[in-house]
C-alpha cells in the first residue's frame, strides 16, 4: 500500500482570502514503510506573507522572489502522489489550500476523503491531550530537536513516524494479542491498517496460512507429552 506523508507551508490561514502554499514537502511510505522517495519545493507566493506565518515558518517573499510558481510545480506534485492516498496532520488546512491552488489554474480538487487526518486520529485515540505535532512527537519519544521552526519537508518526516505510532507502532503485528475492536465510527481508512478478521469468536482469528506437515507432527508429539490436553477434550 501506498501513501504519502504531506505537509505545506502557506502565506497565511486562509486560502479564501487569497494566501497561497509557499512549500510542499511529501515522502512516501510503502506498506506504512518510508521508501526514502520525497517531493520538496519552495513557491513563489506572487504575493505578501503575512508577518505571523513568517515567525512560524521563516520563509520571506525576498527568499521565494526566485522560486518557480505552484503553475510551474503542480505537475511534479501531481505525477508523484498519483492516485495514493495522503497522509496529513489538520488535513482540512492542507487539502484547502492544494485545492484552491488547483482550482486558481482550472483543474479538479481532490476529495477531502482522499486524505487521513493524524489529528483525528491523534483526538480519537488520546481523549482530552495535546494533539499537535510537538505534543505527540513528544508522546512517542520522537526526537524534533531539529524543528525550530516549522518546514514542510521536516515536518512531513516527523509526521511519518508519529503516524505509524499512532497505527500501533512498527512492530504492532508481533503482538500476542488480537487487536482490540475499533469504535463503528472510525473508518478504516481513518486507521491504514487492517483488522484482524474473526470467525465469529472473538478469542479466534484467521490463520494466514496452514500448518505444515512437520508443525503438524510436532505438535502431535507435543500432546503425547501433555497429561489431559485441552485439544483432545
Given at each position: 500500500?501506498?501513501?504519502?506523508?504531506?505537509?505545506?507551508?502557506?502565506t497565511?490561514?486562509?486560502?479564501?482570502?487569497?494566501?497561497?502554499?509557499?512549500?510542499?514537502g511529501?515522502?512516501?511510505?510503502h506498506n506504512?514503510t518510508?521508501?526514502?522517495?520525497?517531493f520538496h519545493v519552495y513557491?513563489?507566493?506572487?504575493r505578501?506573507?503575512?508577518a505571523?506565518?513568517v515567525?512560524?515558518?521563516g520563509?520571506t517573499?525576498e527568499?521565494l522572489?526566485?522560486k518557480p510558481?505552484?503553475?510551474?510545480?503542480?505537475?511534479?506534485f501531481?505525477?508523484?502522489?498519483?492516485?495514493?492516498?495522503?497522509?496529513?496532520?489538520?488535513?482540512p488546512?492542507?487539502?484547502g489550500?492544494?485545492?484552491?491552488?488547483l482550482l486558481?489554474?482550472?483543474?479538479a480538487?481532490?476529495?477531502?476523503?482522499?486524505?487521513?487526518?493524524?489529528l483525528?486520529m491523534?483526538r480519537?485515540?488520546?481523549?482530552?491531550?495535546?494533539?499537535?505535532l510537538?505534543?505527540?512527537?513528544?508522546?512517542?519519544?520522537?526526537?524534533n530537536?531539529?524543528?525550530?521552526?516549522?518546514g514542510a519537508l521536516?515536518?512531513?518526516?516527523?509526521l511519518a513516524t508519529v503516524?505509524?505510532?499512532?497505527?500501533?507502532g512498527?512492530?504492532?503485528?508481533l503482538s500476542?494479542?488480537p487487536?482490540?475492536?475499533?469504535?463503528?465510527t472510525m473508518?478504516?481508512?481513518d486507521?491504514?491498517?487492517?483488522a484482524?478478521?474473526?470467525?465469529?469468536?472473538?478469542?479466534?482469528f484467521?490463520r494466514?496460512?496452514?500448518?505444515?506437515?512437520?508443525?503438524?507432527?510436532?505438535h502431535r508429539?507435543?500432546l503425547?507429552?501433555?497429561?489431559?490436553?485441552?485439544?483432545?477434550?
Amino acid at each position: 500500500m501506498r501513501e504519502i506523508v504531506l505537509d505545506t507551508e502557506t502565506t497565511g490561514i486562509d486560502p479564501s482570502a487569497g494566501h497561497r502554499i509557499i512549500e510542499i514537502g511529501a515522502l512516501e511510505l510503502h506498506n506504512q514503510t518510508p521508501t526514502g522517495e520525497q517531493f520538496h519545493v519552495y513557491i513563489n507566493p506572487e504575493r505578501d506573507i503575512d508577518a505571523g506565518a513568517v515567525n512560524i515558518h521563516g520563509l520571506t517573499g525576498e527568499f521565494l522572489s526566485d522560486k518557480p510558481v505552484f503553475a510551474d510545480v503542480v505537475g511534479g506534485f501531481m505525477d508523484f502522489i498519483g492516485e495514493s492516498r495522503l497522509v496529513i496532520h489538520n488535513a482540512p488546512f492542507d487539502m484547502g489550500f492544494i485545492n484552491a491552488e488547483l482550482l486558481r489554474l482550472g483543474l479538479a480538487a481532490m476529495p477531502m476523503d482522499r486524505a487521513v487526518d493524524t489529528l483525528v486520529m491523534a483526538r480519537r485515540k488520546f481523549p482530552g491531550a495535546q494533539a499537535s505535532l510537538d505534543a505527540l512527537c513528544r508522546r512517542f519519544e520522537i526526537d524534533n530537536s531539529h524543528r525550530d521552526l516549522h518546514g514542510a519537508l521536516v515536518d512531513a518526516d516527523l509526521l511519518a513516524t508519529v503516524y505509524i505510532e499512532l497505527l500501533g507502532g512498527r512492530q504492532r503485528n508481533l503482538s500476542l494479542e488480537p487487536e482490540k475492536a475499533r469504535p463503528a465510527t472510525m473508518a478504516a481508512a481513518d486507521i491504514g491498517a487492517p483488522a484482524f478478521t474473526l470467525n465469529g469468536d472473538s478469542s479466534k482469528f484467521d490463520r494466514p496460512h496452514a500448518p505444515s506437515d512437520d508443525e503438524l507432527a510436532a505438535h502431535r508429539t507435543l500432546l503425547e507429552r501433555i497429561k489431559d490436553p485441552l485439544w483432545h477434550r
